[in-house]
């Protein structure tokens, strides 16, 4: 009879075989975290391209949730050499999940349908990822009693999934970024199928050919982290028309920034922020109505903003003595505090000494805010999804309200009322459900065509019959002009933005998706 013993369900026969069993054990425990993490950056880059954050993740998470399932269903079908299945599986999940984020980002603007590429990556990662855990357990159940093998095996299942789900946002999608990420935990994978065979290399025939498999692609997974810049600067190129001279992956957002002549650009997820050439339009039609309607104003607060634009356009009034920029992403801030090409766009706004910049989220900074102040500028990007949307529902507006002076102004930008009608007038009856009476108006922005705005106040407001002569575009007649809604334009009846319904980003969604078919 062959001796041993029992020690916490582990059948231990020897040092190797204990050795063995937890080296399993933990590898459990890295295909988990790899296996979210692709599952992570599917929803992220989805959320990046697409907009939508809620519908990109929501539609990932379900695919890859089902994936899951038909990998699970298909390794019954697997009858012998378990181990050596195991460790091809690792092998390939490693090349397509590493490889995904490149891919994504590579073929988005050369495919007709990238939701094709997407959910295709997604099923086929999730799929193979269903085929591990099952493979695993077959790998262990004479090691384990049944049910220590289940225990266990979850055990370590959920707690990379844990590990997953908190090294992503805050140490891997900021610091190495999607494609970087994706590469490196390619390989922790293919590692994974690698001491898989060291420790069974008697139980696999043809070990040395898998071997050879598994280290050319760990060698190309290497090579693609270590080029994982160069990928995602090819991608950028190929995405937008002008040469890309900055690009980063902060906590919040990707931030591109374009050169072609004297035109530099800003955008954020790929969306357009500004134009050089003509963002003054938009930024003196977004301040100096609104501004120049307040008596001598004195404290300005300004929600957004982080390119410090629109600083620099309330900085030319004297009376003017503090500007409180809150932005939620430090990186734009640091970014537009720093760069002379950007500084030289934005007169070093964001470097007076009447401007103090804080990054934080402007919900919740506003929950806690007790000053008045005399003007204020809501400039967040449109509310494409529903992070963003929340900061356009009554209850961010009546915190709005209760910041501003009694005899203050504020102003919101409010996305373009000829393509998102339904959301411009639903910005405007948003902010008059809180007491805010309103004036909207609109400019014409050659990069992004007719776009709207709305003043807000508690009181009346008589707009101004003179502004100052160094403006560019700004004057009595512009601003008149700026009032008229023709009837393409003109008012809809909508709903109320609120927290629990998010209509708006609905609105937008629906508007800006028939405008780009």
């Not at 425990?29 to 990109?56: K, M, N, P, R």
């Not at 181990?83 to 980002?105: K, L, N």
């Not at 590429?117 to 384990?144: C, D």
């Not at 693609?224 to 906590?251: C, M, N, R």
Request: neutral net charge.
């Amino acid at each position: 009879m062959e001796t041993g013993w029992l020690c916490k369900g582990l059948l231990i026969r020897g040092p190797g075989k204990r050795i063995m069993a937890f080296v399993l054990l933990f590898s459990v425990f890295v295909i988990a975290t790899c296996g979210l993490v692709y599952e992570l950056i599917a929803g992220a880059l989805a959320s990046y391209l697409l907009g939508d954050s809620v519908t990109q993740f929501s539609t990932v998470i379900g695919v890859y949730l089902f994936s899951m399932g038909v990998g699970s269903y298909l390794s019954r079908h697997i009858h012998s050499n378990v181990t050596a299945v195991f460790v091809e599986v690792e092998i390939i999940i490693g090349v397509v999940g590493g490889c995904s984020a490149a891919i994504m980002f590579l073929m988005f603007e050369s495919v007709a349908s990238f939701r094709v590429v997407l959910y295709s990556l997604v099923f086929i990662t999730g799929a193979l990822v269903g085929l591990e855990i099952p493979l695993v357990m077959r790998i262990l159940k004479s090691r384990f009693e049944f049910k220590d093998l289940i225990s266990k095996v979850f055990t370590f299942d959920y707690v990379g999934a844990l590990a997953a789900s908190i090294l992503f946002p805050l140490a891997l999608a900021p610091t190495l970024g999607l494609v970087r990420t994706g590469f490196l935990f390619g390989m922790m994978n293919v590692a994974v199928g690698l001491w898989t065979l060291h420790l069974f290399r008697r139980e696999v025939a043809w070990a040395w050919p898998l071997r050879s498999i598994a280290m050319m692609a760990m060698a190309g997974l290497a090579l693609g982290f270590y080029f994982s810049g160069e990928i995602l600067s090819f991608a950028e190129a190929s995405s937008y028309p002008e040469k890309v001279i900055y690009s980063k992956t902060s906590q919040y957002q990707r931030m591109t920034i374009t050169r072609g002549g004297d035109d530099v650009r800003l955008y954020l997820n790929g969306n357009l922020q500004f134009s050089s050439r003509d963002e003054y339009r938009y930024h003196e039609a977004l301040v100096h109505p609104g501004l120049q309607a307040v008596d001598a104003p004195r404290k300005v607060l300004i929600l957004g903003g982080g390119d410090g634009l629109a600083a620099r356009e309330i900085l030319r009034n004297q009376t003017v003595e503090s500007v409180t920029l809150v932005d939620l992403d430090p990186e734009m801030t640091e970014l537009f505090t720093d760069s002379r090409i950007l500084t030289a766009l934005n007169a070093d706004s964001l470097k007076s000494s009447k401007t103090r910049v804080v990054n934080a989220d402007a919900f919740v900074w506003l929950k806690e805010n007790r000053d008045k102040f005399d003007f204020i500028v809501v400039d967040f990007p449109d509310p494409s999804n529903f992070s963003l949307g929340k900061l356009y529902t009554n209850t961010f507006y009546r915190l709005v309200h209760s910041a501003l002076a009694d005899d203050g102004v504020a102003v919101i930008q409010s996305t373009s009322p000829l393509v998102a009608r339904k959301s411009f007038w639903c910005i405007n009856k948003t902010l008059k459900s809180v007491g805010f009476n309103t004036i909207p108006y609109h400019a014409f922005v050659p990069s992004f065509g007719e776009w709207g705005f709305i003043i807000a106040a508690k009181r009346p407001v008589r707009l101004p019959i003179s502004y100052p002569p160094t403006l560019r575009f700004v004057n009595e007649a512009t601003m008149q002009s700026m009032l008229q809604f023709p009837r393409d334009m003109a008012q809809v009846e909508t709903e109320i933005q609120k927290l629990n319904n998010q209509i708006l980003v609905r609105y937008f969604e629906e508007e800006w998706s028939e405008y780009r078919r």
